[in-house]
């Protein structure tokens, strides 16, 4: 697992360079953007139960297949593994957002998770869209928090849907 730092001092380390000035300047704006980090993360864990809820409402209102008899949510079995799963995302973007780094996304989460869901059928398309509602209500929740620049809320979400690579909403 890394994060913003540690990658940073690895790639000086591995050349034996000092910290020059794009270091720095790499340094300085982690810094400046930790507050929001940290606050968005503890946003996100106040209100994990409430944003998966949320998130799965909406996606199973716009998706409404998914809980129909034969689709990927039905049966309380699969409906709940559905939100399990995005417990998961939502879980493991707060510690990428602390991070600044999605490395731990790469490690803890989507290593062969485009494998596993091909071979169980769940489908693509939809866990995105789950995840792209869960940034956006956190997106909110900060702007409404006081936030100013909610950009970075963008990064790990955006990832794992780059990753899980589907754009057939
Ligand atoms: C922390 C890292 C991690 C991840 C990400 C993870 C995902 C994960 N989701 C699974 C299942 C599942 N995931 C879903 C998800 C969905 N169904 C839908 O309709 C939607 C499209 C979607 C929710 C957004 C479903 C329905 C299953 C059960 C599939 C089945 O067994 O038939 C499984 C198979 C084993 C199990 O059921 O527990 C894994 C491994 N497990 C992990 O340890």
Redesign the pocket.
Known sequence: MRDAITNLIRNYDVTGRYLDRNAIDSLKSYFESGTARVAVASMITANAATIVKQAGAQ?FEEVQE?IRPG???YTTR?YS??LR??D?YLR?ASYALVAADNNVLDE??LQG?KE?YSS?G??GG??VL?IQIMKDIVKDMAAEAGIENTDLVDEPFDHMTRELGETDL
């Open positions: 996606l998914l689709g990927y949510a699969r593994a559905c799963d995005m998961y493991y803890r989460v998770l596993t169980l769940v489908p939809p866990t789950g």
